[in-house]
């Protein structure tokens, strides 16, 4: 067994899960050696955390600027990247010019020049790139796959998918970062790309043909003012407007990570982590409706809401054998609280209410319907995707008939779809996958 070093750059909420894993499960495997962020605070309160649960003692700490300098000091095997989603590609591209391996929390990138650059840069330099699909991993979705892979279902004709996040894990898109497209290239890249990951995965194919439509149609200022509502607020904390709104975060004594990440990092780079739902500078989309077709010819029709009473999804596919309904009810969560992580940073509450319909129901042409049951194991993060997602990173995965594993190429076509799908809102044209980038 060799024990590799690493490196984290980007320090907020999501890093926690890596952090997590290389100072407890994974610490036979995996040294955790230097972070780097643009705040100082943020990496302290990390530094603090892994010497309180058994880490090492001395895990560096280095400014952004500081990037290359980390690399030459520490020669780390692997960098993890879990910054800001519009600045992937600049960790990505530099960690494996300075000789690295890199895994990239997923979206892999915002749009498709910086996509380009990743391609480029693995091309030249033949570094190994990871990027972290977590939901290929949860037993309900390998159980789709088994079924779709057995041809009970037939060849795919169609897909009709729909996610629905609630005024919870919804609403928090819209609190911080994520709400500027520039960031995050709105929920289309980084939310819907499990999603059409997911659809790749299952098809063994890749999109070709991408049509959407939407806009931001509950949150924002305008749409609040178009309801009646009179009272504003830029932010929650100090703020006695926010005190009257469901949808505001409210942050106590007890959230000492949201405090520790953010509440006490402000100083440092005026970061609001509480920022208001209804403000302004909203630029993402809260309701998109997309039309895709695969190279393999099936075409599916996708759906996503941002604010609805409950959280989880539907997919439906049609089959040249029947029709197969796969039904999931998720917990949502708030990134960053407490009360959704165990000490070590794995997410324990989502993905584990109970559906109120059967899972996957298959009905045959002129049959009766069928539920599948199966194994749904432990639960945990992503469906409880996010630990057997950590076992394969930091362990290998060993002989996967599955073929969950993904690589760079996986994190291109995932992200190819959101993009095209931005393009399409944009112009109102269909858009050929196909011409954005060139792999």
Aim: proline share 3%; with cysteine.
């Amino acid at each position: 067994m060799t024990r590799k070093k690493y490196v984290l750059v980007g320090t907020g909420g999501r890093c926690s899960m890596y952090i997590g894993a290389l100072i407890e499960e994974f610490k036979d495997y995996g040294e955790l050696a230097a972070l780097c962020d643009t705040n100082q605070t943020r990496m302290d309160y990390w530094v603090k955390f892994v010497r309180d649960n058994g880490g090492p003692a001395a895990v560096k700490t280095y400014k952004a600027d500081e990037f290359d300098r980390m690399i030459a000091e520490q020669r780390p095997a692997r960098v993890i990247v879990t910054s800001m989603d519009r600045t992937h590609h600049k960790y990505i591209c530099r960690a494996m010019e300075l000789g690295c391996d890199v895994i990239s929390e997923k979206p892999m990138t915002v749009n498709a020049v910086k996509c380009q650059q990743i391609i480029d840069t693995v091309k030249r330099t033949g570094r190994d790139l990871v990027v972290t699909f977590n939901y290929r991993y949860a037993p309900r979705a390998s159980k789709c796959k088994e079924i779709l892979k057995s041809g009970m279902v037939g060849d795919i004709a169609s897909i009709h998918f729909e996610w629905l996040l609630d005024t919870s894990h919804g609403a928090d898109y819209f609190r911080r970062w994520h709400r500027d497209k520039r960031n995050s290239g709105g929920l289309m890249v980084h939310k819907a790309t499990h999603h059409f990951d997911l659809i790749n995965w299952w098809l063994e194919s890749r999109p070709v043909i991408v049509f959407a439509m939407g806009d931001l149609k509950f949150y924002g200022k305008e749409n609040a003012e178009n309801r009646g509502v009179t009272e504003f607020y830029a932010r929650a904390r100090g703020s006695k407007i926010a005190q009257k709104d469901p949808f505001a975060l409210k942050v106590t004594a007890q959230d000492e990570r949201l405090l520790g990440l953010y509440y006490n990092a402000e100083h440092e780079d005026n970061y609001y982590r509480d920022q208001s739902v209804f403000g302004d500078g909203i630029s993402i989309e809260d309701n998109v409706g997309v039309m895709v077709r695969y190279a393999n010819n099936t075409v599916m029709t996708y759906s996503l809401n941002a604010h609805s009473p409950w959280e989880g999804f539907r997919v439906c596919f049609n089959g040249t054998k029947g029709r197969l309904e796969f039904n999931v009810v998720e917990t949502s969560y708030v990134s960053g609280n407490h009360q959704d992580f165990n000490q070590f940073g794995m997410r324990e509450l989502e993905g584990d209410k109970k559906n109120l319909i059967p899972e996957f129901i298959f009905q045959a042409h002129w049959g009766k319907p069928q539920i599948i049951e199966y194994e749904q194991g432990d639960k945990g993060g992503h469906g409880g995707g996010d630990v057997r997602l950590l076992n394969d990173i930091f362990k290998g995965g060993g002989n996967d008939p599955l073929g969950r594993a993904a690589g760079y190429i996986d994190g291109v076509n995932s992200i190819l779809t959101g993009i095209a799908a931005n393009k399409s809102m944009a112009t109102g044209l269909p858009v050929a996958v196909g011409e954005l980038v060139s792999l």
